[in-house]
């Protein structure tokens, strides 16, 4: 559909703060524009309060390199569960 425009943020973030974040479908039937799909990722990769939309700290680059080379892939979702407030679309 494209970018998302800030009524459909307010609305997306309304309706999360009414029905949690659990109802995807709901949620995106309330929006009216977009599918449960794009509110999820839209709500766990830009909008959410626990994100963390600061530049990465040289800790959390160091996390990265070696769990990447750990992992030996790029295994970002793994990765991501050692950043807390950083969602996987971030780090990679």
């Not at 309330?30 to 990769?45: A, H, I, L």
């Not at 909008?47 to 769990?67: G, K, N, Y």
Request: with cysteine; net charge positive.
């Amino acid at each position: 559909k494209g970018p998302w425009h800030k009524t459909e943020d307010a609305s997306l973030m309304y309706w999360v703060s009414h029905l949690g974040t659990g109802k995807w479908v709901e949620i995106a039937r309330r929006v009216g524009s977009r599918t449960g799909k794009q509110c999820r990722e839209r709500w766990t990769n830009q909008l959410s309060p626990d994100i963390d939309h600061s530049a990465f700290r040289h800790d959390e680059d160091l996390v990265i390199i070696t769990m990447q080379q750990t992992l030996q892939a790029n295994k970002w979702c793994e990765v991501a569960k050692y950043l807390p407030g950083r969602p996987e679309n971030a780090i990679k």
